[in-house]
């Protein structure tokens, strides 16, 4: 005990050093058992270090749980450090999380400790679980140790081209943290973070930009070819990340776009749909003669972003409304009125900032807020500074039509008990008087009976405000100087006196007999008066002396003389000045003649203005501009170029296609049969089959009520499944026609005839397919390419609606995928048998591989398995149960709660297979019965395809070789010797994808296996005749071997 | 963006920090807490403080400060919309959001706060989301995790952030299927001394209900929606349909939550459903004054009026007040701010409530320059005063039949009467 006493004081010793400041940390830690207080912590300490190292989970959970809540209360827990650093590697998540949440928070006081478990957040960054490398990918970017700066760097490069974009969000998070632990990578995440800019899901785009803002805010030109991408994702960001995106694309748009401002009203819906037809607007000369167009892309964003001013978000709101503000032409810019109206009915907080702004935009724009001036009346119950704000808006607004209920408003108001207001409220009235000419006289008048207001700050704040109206004009005003006179040994306010003392001076020929009566009596007060109101006595004793001095040489000289003697330096400063330049003596003689016209000047009007004049110079709804002051951090929003900057630097290459499938895709996702309206090819075949797809995944729907939009999605992948057959079809057409019978065609053949049954295509719709596929034979040759890659495309798209919200609010799909991956050239419709309806009592099912990266892991393949139903009777519940081996990682679909009889139900299940064509068992099960099956899978299905140039392809070649060689000589049949025939083959056999190749003869594919990601690059090289080399390169050598003894097999012809 | 979060209650005792960048020292609140000394209440503090390092932004709520601290340039809404996203999640996790809970459920707010932000930038805010993770309490669940030993952390990994529909977590399931639609109209208005009205609007806000197996796509649809003037949506509404067909169609959230929010068009007069007689006087000699106030029905579309209440704030040299109601109750508080409630009850349009009495100032103090202003509080069951009805809400997606049902009221929102 006493040992343990004597480390863990030692221990807290040092933290203290560490956190200095920090009110917590016990400050005489050595004091030790003295310190009564002090001792029952400690020994509270020491228990839960007991508790932690226990091997029970409970007793360690509910210490954390301690260790957590001290850690939330503020107070000092490090000493636990490696106590707790030991559970990092739990099982339970709970504690796991507990753990992770303290040592963020120790970590960097405790550097070398935390080093002990970084080893596990590697590992974990390799887990198959997107989550789990997401959440260590958090935690160790957390962790603001230096040393581990590379590790950090490593692990956000590897996330940034994950397949799964929630990873890719961490990574953008993490770029930030890495940054402010190490500036000096500044480059390298630049990189990353171009990167991750061009990533199509809109759940990184927000992150991303966020890191962009933080890292390289003047790399605009990293936004160029994403600026269009990102305009139209916006709509489906979560509402965070469209604040960042918003106030950055104001920033770019302020530095892209000529200015919307000179020439109003000359921008219509023509311009609109010129950005749909072509791009030869840009051919469009910038001469000034021409009236001012706006920029497709600058309207873009203005599209896009106007709904989002209906977010119940109030900062998406504010953003929206300072970017139409900052960019939109000014008759546009009132459509964020109303919006910003409605967030007044908010949050007090909320208030407080959108009448900031509010405040800001009414001086320049009256006409926006006008119509509500109502909603900016004050209410008894507002708080102080949202008064404040209200009566500044309302003043903004006064004109001539409405002043009269203004001012009606402002009585009720200088009535308030909150004295701060009323005072503030004269102001008001006062800047009303000067800027409303008419009015002048009615709030001069009204001010002067607030003179005889029983409160002070009333009566002072009216006393200044009306000296600075009657400096405005001062003619015909003698009256009420002499009123205020009058009331002057009433005032006790220092500022009021000041004011009325001077008021007294400046006019003193105006009223010539009081004047000097005043400064009588001020001579007897003198020295009891505030410093303010002794250099105003001075100043009207001398403006006196040089009109009047007559009467007052006395009384001035007697002045001079106590203020010559005065505590305050400025007093006497100002007395012996005043004495100087007044008294004339021998010495000075030239300055006095001046005096007069030194001290009886005519003095300009004070200008009375908005406190919120300059405030547009900090961009709208930031920071900067609620504090008046720059923010560390603030960007500054640049001015409007003269001429536009290249404009092309923003298009990016768009595929045709895309634009044309797009709408029907959208369509289909919100399960409403789709009319395709695109060419001949394919569209009679493909419209009947997704209909018939539409239909059979509406009964999926109501099968498997439970995953909606499983079944939404495994609808999609159906009839994008049915779509990819056609291109297959077309060329079997064609090897009908050249009279070929070859096995593969036989074999496609056959499947295709089988998807034409599944989606029940009718035959007369056959039939007339088949007579119009002779006619295209040569367009059919010619497409073929194209359609391979726009239906990759498609699939490209299917993933990426994954991502966006299902029925995304009109957003152009656009791709989303990390570049490597690329759709398979090609999917074989061979299913095989799972399960036998004899064997399955009636249930029957079938297998195939659809040849997708796996939505659920990336690692798995995709299976996809058709349930049918042949008994007469419903089955209920069919999952999957028991596996084998155990270890086996099987993602299972979703258990369907009852197929009715003759129903059938196609779902999707991934399975790692580990990279070995070893079967993965598993029971099939329904409520009453055990089916074990297996699925096992060709060695080509395996792979998933990727696209890599020749150049890569050789390099990876190059790395590759030696045992990792495998190459075979084989005899073709001479009809397979044409470049397509060759490629089909080969993905029927392998999910490869094609590499282009510069040489006729050599045909190149690559792929990677979908556990371990290794590359796997065959090369089928003809020579000669009928004779060719098949080299396979990949670090899994069996796998290579068995995938050359299956390509040797399909090439060969047997 | 936001580097670390403090809560404070009113008497300036920091409770709970949480710091998602380097840990800031909470000596940074002192400045804080010299605004919160110099503020009369505590709603006077402003709300952005600007210290030398750091910038202060905080809201008041629930009689608690969230006090956030930021070291660069973020706009200021953000901040403050998630200050109350965590408030408001406080409340959804643990029925109500105040001191005690905050401290009774410590770790559980702090995990929260942990999956909330990352690097000070929002992560996870939908309540759907956050419950998936981290399981709220409730009274079984609290005895069996004691009984067995398991936690309130999901063992299952989340899918909802993955999801295609981020506010909604996947694998709904309820024996009742309900779908219930609140349409809660508040009056803001201002009368003056005579009655009329200053100012008058009609807001408008959908709560909702939904506890619907699945996925369902549900589709509601107003009689007449041309009422409605400015709106503003839940995330999952999708804005385009509304735009062309004037219908809410959305994949809901599970639980409550708010659909939508509207305000109805200002060109419509705005029914004010009760009036206010009222004289308050104060004499000019002899510190005395009277109250007199009388509350009736106006209109009101033949409902009754329920839950009426009137608050007054009296200036501060009210010394005591001796008043009679002919019916309900009325409570005096003498705290920092001088207010007298009166809880009325329902309105009988028979027997007018009225309240009257007289008023006893400091002695020597002046006569109060203002009279003070009444604070109207009052409901109205099935009547949505700006005559807005729900045409019908259509189910897409699910077979079953759920159970749908819309409920009207109408509430006086600030509703204040100038005196």
């Known amino acids: 005990m006493s040992t343990n006493n004597l480390s863990y004081s030692d221990q807290g010793g040092t933290d203290s050093a560490v956190e200095v400041g920090q009110e917590t940390t016990p400050t005489s830690s050595n004091a030790g058992a003295g310190f009564g207080l002090f001792s029952v912590d400690f020994k509270k300490n020491e228990d839960l270090k007991e508790m932690l190292e226990s091997n029970k989970e409970s007793l ?197 776009f000529t200015s919307p401002w000179k020439e109003d009203g000359v921008f219509d819906e023509h311009n609109e749909r010129a950005f749909y037809e072509s791009d030869e607007e840009k051919t469009r000369d910038e001469t000034e003669a021409k009236p001012y167009m706006m920029d497709p892309d600058h309207r873009l964003l203005l599209r896009n972003t106007k709904p989002l001013l209906q977010s119940r978000n109030t900062a998406v709101v504010m953003s929206v409304a300072q970017l139409y503000w900052h960019l939109a032409p000014k008759n546009e810019v009132s459509i964020v009125t109303k919006s910003l109206v409605r967030l007044l009915r908010s949050h007090r907080e909320v208030q407080y900032i959108v009448l900031q702004n509010i405040a800001t935009m009414s001086i320049q724009r009256k006409g926006m807020f006008e119509p509500y001036m109502k ?129 007294m001076g400046e006019y003193c020929e105006r009223v010539p007999k009081i004047a000097p009566d005043v400064l009588r009596k001020m001579a007897k007060s003198f020295t009891s008066e505030e410093d303010i109101v002794k250099l105003q006595t001075v100043n009207l004793a001398a403006k006196l002396y040089l009109t009047n001095s007559k009467q007052t040489k006395l009384l001035t000289q007697y002045i001079l003389n106590l203020g010559k003697y005065d505590q305050n330096y400025d007093i006497r400063d100002r007395t012996r000045f005043i004495r100087q330049l007044i008294v004339p003596n021998d010495k000075n003689g030239a300055l006095s003649k001046y005096a007069h016209r030194i001290l009886l000047a005519p003095k300009p009007a004070p200008v009375l203005e908005s406190a919120y004049k300059d405030r547009d110079r900090y961009q709208l709804g930031t920071l ?170 498609l699939f490209l798209l299917n993933l990426s609606i994954e991502v966006l919200p299902v029925l995304s609010k009109l957003c152009p799909l656009s791709l989303a995928f990390p570049l ?118 060709a060695i080509g299905e395996l792979l998933l395809p990727i696209t890599m140039t020749e150049l890569d392809f050789r390099k990876e070649q190059g790395k590759l070789l030696g045992m990792n060689e495998s190459s075979a000589t084989i005899t073709m049949a001479a009809e397979n010797m044409t470049s397509q025939p060759i490629s089909r083959p080969v993905a029927t056999v392998a999910n490869l994808g094609m590499v282009p190749s510069s040489q006729d003869n050599v045909h190149r594919f690559a792929g990677k296996t979908a556990n371990s990601g290794a590359v796997v690059l065959v090369t089928v090289e003809l020579r000669g005749e009928s004779t060719a080399l098949i080299t396979i390169n990949t670090e899994k050598s069996v796998m290579g071997s068995m995938l050359l003894r299956d390509l040797k097999l399909a090439l060969a012809q047997a | 963006m936001i580097n670390s979060l403090f809560l404070i209650n009113p008497s300036g005792e920091i409770f709970l920090e949480k710091h998602w960048k380097s840990v800031v020292s909470r000596s940074v609140c002192d400045y804080f807490l010299e605004a919160k000394e110099k503020a009369l209440e505590p709603e006077d503090v402003p709300p952005v403080i600007h210290t030398p390092h750091h910038y202060l932004i905080s809201i008041y709520r629930d009689k608690l400060f969230f006090l956030s601290v930021i070291q660069t340039e973020v706009p200021p809404l953000f901040v403050i919309e998630f200050l109350h996203r965590v408030a408001e999640m406080i409340q959804d996790y643990f029925g109500e959001c105040s001191e005690t809970v905050v401290k009774d459920h410590m770790v559980m707010v702090y995990e929260l706060l942990e999956e909330m932000l990352d690097n000070g930038f929002p992560l996870a805010t939908e309540s759907n989301v956050l419950k998936e993770m981290i399981r709220p309490p409730t009274i079984l669940r609290s005895v069996v995790n004691t009984l067995t030993g398991t936690s309130n952390v999901g063992d299952t990994l989340l899918t909802g952030q993955l999801s295609t529909i981020p506010w909604r977590r996947a694998g709904v399931r309820y024996t009742n299927n309900e779908a219930y639609f609140d349409v809660v109209e508040e009056i803001d208005a201002i009368l003056d001394q005579s009655g009329t009205t200053v100012f008058a609007e009609i807001q408008g806000v959908v709560e909702a209900c939904v506890k619907l197996s699945g996925m369902p796509d549900l589709t509601l649809s107003f009689m007449n929606p041309r009422l409605l003037d400015d709106v503003s949506f839940h995330p999952c509404v999708r804005y385009k349909l509304w735009e062309s067909e004037r219908v809410l169609s959305f994949i809901p959230p599970d639980g409550n939550f708010t659909l939508m929010t509207y305000h109805v068009n200002a060109q419509n007069l705005v029914a004010i459903p009760v009036y206010v007689k009222q004289s308050i006087s104060f004499f000019e000699c002899g510190s005395d004054g009277r109250l007199d106030v009388t509350v009736g029905p106006k209109q009101t579309m033949g409902k009754t009026v329920e839950g009426v209440m009137v608050t007054v704030h009296l200036p501060k040299t009210i010394l005591s007040i001796n008043l009679t109601a002919t019916q309900g109750s009325y409570t005096y508080d003498n705290g920092t701010k001088v207010t007298t409630l009166w809880d009325i009850g329902k309105l009988n349009p028979q027997k007018l409530p009225n309240l009257r009495g007289s008023l006893s100032l400091q002695a020597g103090a002046p006569k109060p320059e203002e009279n003070p202003s009444l604070n109207i509080d009052l409901k109205i069951q099935q009547l949505a005063i700006s005559g807005l009805k729900v045409n019908r809400l259509d189910m897409f997606g699910e077979k079953y039949k759920p159970f749908k049902g819309v409920k009207y009221i109408t509430k006086a929102g600030k509703f204040q009467v100038r005196t």
């Open chain 1, 375 to 503: 909603s900016f009346y004050v209410r008894s119950t507002d708080a102080t500074h949202i008064k404040s704000l209200k009566l500044e808006i309302l003043t903004s607004l006064a004109n001539e039509a409405n002043i009269s209920t203004i001012l009606r408003e402002f009585q009720t108001y200088v009535k308030s008990q909150d004295k701060q207001f009323a005072a503030g409220t004269i102001q008001a009235i006062g800047r009303c008087a000067t800027n409303i000419s008419e009015v002048t006289d009615t709030c001069l008048n009204g001010l002067v009976l607030l003179l005889s207001n029983r409160d002070e700050t009333v009566v002072a704040e009216s006393v200044v405000v009306i000296r600075k109206l009657l400096q405005i004009q001062p003619t015909q005003h003698s009256d009420i100087i002499k009123h205020m006179a009058k009331l002057f040994d009433n005032i006790t306010v220092p500022m009021a006196r000041a004011s009325i003392l001077w008021l």
């Open chain 1, 624 to 793: 900067s501009h609620t504090i008046n002051t720059k923010a560390s951090g603030y960007l500054e929003l640049s001015d409007w170029p003269a001429v536009a900057p290249d404009q092309s630097v923003r298009n990016v290459e768009v595929i045709e296609p895309v634009k044309e499938w797009a709408p029907s895709l959208g369509k289909t996702v919100k399960s409403k049969p789709a009319k395709s309206s695109d060419d001949k090819f394919y569209s009679d075949s493909g419209e009947e089959e997704e209909k018939g797809s539409g239909s059979s995944s509406s009964e999926d729907g109501s099968s498997s009520s439970s995953s909606e939009v499983q079944s939404i999605l495994s609808g999609r992948l159906h009839i994008l499944q049915n779509e990819r057959v056609c291109p297959e079809s077309g060329s079997d057409a064609e090897s009908h026609v050249q009279k070929n019978s070859s096995q593969t065609s036989e074999e496609s053949d056959k499947s295709s005839s089988q998807s034409e049954k599944s989606s029940s295509e009718s035959d007369s719709e056959k039939k007339e397919r088949k007579t119009k596929t002779p006619l295209q034979k040569k367009t059919v040759l010619g497409l073929e390419p194209i359609c391979t890659a726009c239906l990759s495309f």
């Open chain 1, 60 to 256: 360690k959970l509910e210490a954390m749980k301690r260790v957590v809540g001290l850690i939330a209360k503020g107070k000092n827990a490090s000493e636990l450090f490696p106590a707790v650093v030991k559970n990092v590697a739990s099982k339970n998540i709970e504690l796991k999380k507990l753990v992770y949440v303290y040592l963020v928070r120790y970590a960097e006081e405790q550097q070398d400790l935390a080093l002990l478990s970084i080893s596990t957040f590697q590992r974990a960054l390799k887990d198959p679980n997107q989550l789990i490398r997401a959440s260590a990918l958090r935690v160790l970017s957390s962790i603001r140790v230096p040393i581990i700066v590379p590790i950090m760097m490593l692990a956000i490069k590897e996330a940034a081209s994950d397949m799964s974009p929630y990873v890719r969000k961490t990574s953008a998070h993490a770029i930030q943290k890495l940054y402010s632990l190490d500036q000096d990578q500044k480059e390298l995440l630049i990189e990353v973070i171009e990167k991750l800019l061009k990533d199509k899901s809109t759940l990184v785009a927000g992150s991303v930009v966020m890191a962009f803002e933080e890292v390289c805010p003047d790399r605009i030109d990293l936004i160029h070819k994403n600026y269009r991408k990102l305009c139209n994702l916006l709509v489906d960001v979560e509402e965070w990340g469209q604040v960042v995106i918003i106030s950055m694309l104001t920033r770019y748009a302020r530095t892209q």
């Open chain 1, 820 to 937: 490597q991956l690329s759709g398979p050239a090609f999917v074989p419709e061979k299913s095989h048998d799972l399960l036998h309806r004899m064997t399955g009592k009636g249930l029957s099912a079938q297998y195939q591989f659809p040849r997708q990266p796996c939505l659920y892991q990336p690692t798995m393949v995709s299976v996809q398995i058709s349930l049918t139903n042949t008994t007469d009777h419903p089955l209920e519940q069919i999952h999957i149960g028991d596996r084998s081996p155990t270890g086996l990682n099987i993602h299972c679909f979703n258990t369907i709660e009852c197929l009715e009889p003759e129903a059938s139900v196609t779902v999707f299940m991934g399975i790692d297979f580990n990279d070995s064509t070893q079967a993965a068992n598993f029971q099939l099960c329904t409520k009453e019965d055990h089916f074990s099956v297996s699925i096992q899978p």
